[in-house]
């Protein structure tokens, strides 16, 4: 793995192991691959590893910002928009259309969650 001038943390080897995962056609967060990687918060890392990371052939255009904004791609925003329609992607107003359904990985994310989520809570006693 090539990170530049960057050393090679435990952190910046699971990101990128993380990357190589990432299925075509389907997109995740930085926020998910810090979650992934077993920081959580730790999104901007996850942003610093891979600017830093050179190793060509990795799907980077596939790490999107949260709740489907694009985000930057070095300085060609407009490649990343391009690999992403490429795979079939439909990118308006520096959103993807269909995010939640692209989203990789599923767990956590289902029906069920969704009911976890808007189920009321209790009063504090």
């Known amino acids: 793995m090539l990170l530049g001038p960057t ?4 952190f910046a080897r699971r990101v ?5 995962r990432i299925p075509a056609g389907r997109v995740t967060t930085y926020g998910d691959v810090a ?14 590893v891979l600017r830093a990371a050179e190793e ?3 799907p980077y255009h596939r790490v999107i910002a949260s709740g489907g904004r694009v985000g930057g ?4 925003p407009a490649l ?3 690999l992403l ?4 992607h439909v990118v308006r107003r520096q959103r993807l259309l269909g995010f939640d359904a692209a989203r990789w990985p599923d767990a956590g994310r289902g ?5 976890r989520a808007t189920r009321p809570r209790r009063p504090p006693v």
């Open 7 to 10: 050393p090679v943390t435990r």
């Open 16 to 20: 990128i192991s993380i990357l190589r």
């Open 35 to 48: 979650r992934l990687a077993g920081r959580p918060g730790a999104a901007r890392a996850v942003g610093n």
């Open 56 to 58: 060509p052939g990795l």
């Open 73 to 76: 791609y070095g300085r060609d």
């Open 80 to 82: 990343k928009r391009a």
């Open 85 to 88: 329609a490429a795979e079939g």
């Open 111 to 115: 029906p069920s969650a969704r009911a």
